[in-house]
């Protein structure tokens, strides 16, 4: 069992950069595929990006390719989402979410088995 915790989140001008963390307890991270979602009011929520457990590899929506950087620490049991040039519609709660049963559709919320509480992303213009 992971119980994950974010933070980072608030409000933000457009154009500006906001940096979120995720913290595991329970377990270590490092056998895990870790994603950052979003939900915003009357949506679905959409995955954002994912890492490998070694970092080896990462892949993003393209709502974030080229603004967003996902990283992760295993040895802090961390995972981190740099959020750049951000627009209104970046609005949200953001998530973090660990162990993937399925690859294939990773930015399904199903394809994950833990998850944060959340923590809000305004972006006003």
């Known amino acids: 069992q992971v119980h994950l915790v974010e933070s980072g989140g608030g409000p933000v001008q457009a154009g500006g950069s906001l940096r979120l963390s995720c913290v595991a307890s329970?377990?270590?991270?490092?056998?895990?595929?870790m994603a950052w979602f979003r939900q915003a009011p009357g949506k679905e929520r959409e995955g954002v990006a994912r890492?490998?457990?070694?970092?080896?590899?990462?892949m993003y929506a393209d709502s974030g390719k080229g603004r967003f950087a996902i990283s992760r620490d295993n040895a802090k049991n961390m995972l981190y989402l740099q959020m750049t040039n951000l627009k209104p519609e970046d609005t949200a709660m953001y998530y973090c979410?660990?162990?993937?049963?399925?690859?294939?559709?990773?930015?399904?919320?199903?394809?994950?088995?833990?998850w944060g509480q959340g923590t809000q992303v305004t972006v006003s213009s």
């Open positions: 890492i490998a457990p070694t970092s080896a590899y990462t």
């Open positions: 329970g377990d270590t991270i490092d056998t895990y595929s």
């Open positions: 979410a660990a162990d993937l049963l399925d690859p294939a559709k990773w930015y399904q919320q199903s394809a994950f088995q833990y």
